[in-house]
């Protein structure tokens, strides 16, 4: 089995792959390190593991060394680099670029094969796009939905209903409906004009990731796109690839 594990800011999300076809056999998500360890889909032998983490050091170490004092192998990181997988990084200082950013786009050059853009909608909303050589154009930064709402209620006297869900691009006739339209039609806003710019050139395949891909791709409505919830994930096997495999770091 290989044992593939994404660290983010609020969440540790784990996949097992059999060994010889990469299938999917399981996969989940825990708040953190205390809850993986009891996970019990992962009590079976592993030949190899990777990751990718957002986190500080001292959570890194920890898995590092459960991993190697439970399954006997070493964790394998992956890091940001110049270019891997055929995609070229034009950050001049590579390791700002965030892991997770970096493993999507890997994973979705690989699936396109072509140009194509990521939507990535968790904590944070972000898009990159690359052209036809895998040359990473650059991306957006900013607030994803529950954090623009937070942000909302923390620094102002709004509050909001915990079970509003009914999310449209109308106008809001009530501070719910004001603020839950509001901040999906901002989104959608961006969404849009950068498909449109990139619209110029022939539309590029698009993938959506992230907690709210579901809901901002069904109201995105964008031609040549599809939903792709494990392309972290899936990014860990052209930047940590198997020793048999000849993919990534070409």
Not at 28 to 34: D, T, Y
Not at 75 to 90: D, I, P, W
Not at 98 to 112: E, K, P, S
Request: aromatic fraction near 6%; charge should be negative.
């Amino acid at each position: 089995m290989i044992l593939e594990l994404d660290v983010g800011n609020s969440r540790i999300k784990w996949r097992l792959l059999a060994a010889d076809d990469c299938a999917v056999v399981g996969a989940g998500h825990v708040p953190g390190f205390e809850e993986l360890r009891g996970v019990t889909e992962l009590e079976t032998a592993i030949s190899m593991a990777r990751m990718c983490s957002v986190r500080g050091g001292d959570v890194n170490k920890r898995l590092e060394s459960w991993i190697r004092a439970r399954y006997g192998v070493d964790l394998l990181q992956a890091a940001v680099t110049q270019s891997c997988g055929g995609v070229t990084n034009q950050y001049a200082d590579v390791s700002r670029l965030g892991i997770d950013r970096w493993l999507a786009m890997l994973a979705a050059y690989r699936r396109a094969g072509d140009a194509c853009m990521v939507i990535d909608s968790g904590t944070a909303f972000t898009i990159d796009v690359l052209d036809a050589q895998g040359l990473h154009l650059g991306g957006y930064i900013i607030p994803g939905l529950e954090l623009m709402r937070s942000s909302l209620e923390s620094n102002t006297a709004i509050r909001l209903s915990d079970n509003y869900s009914a999310y449209s691009q109308s106008l809001g006739q009530s501070t719910d409906e004001a603020v839950f339209n509001g901040t999906v039609t901002a989104l959608l806003a961006t969404i849009k004009q950068q498909g449109e710019s990139l619209g110029k050139a022939g539309a590029v395949k698009t993938y959506f990731a992230g907690g709210d891909a579901v809901l901002l791709h069904g109201l995105a409505d964008l031609d040549r796109s599809e939903i792709v919830t494990s392309l972290v994930l899936d990014g860990l096997d052209v930047a940590c690839p198997r020793p048999d495999s000849d993919q990534g770091r070409a």
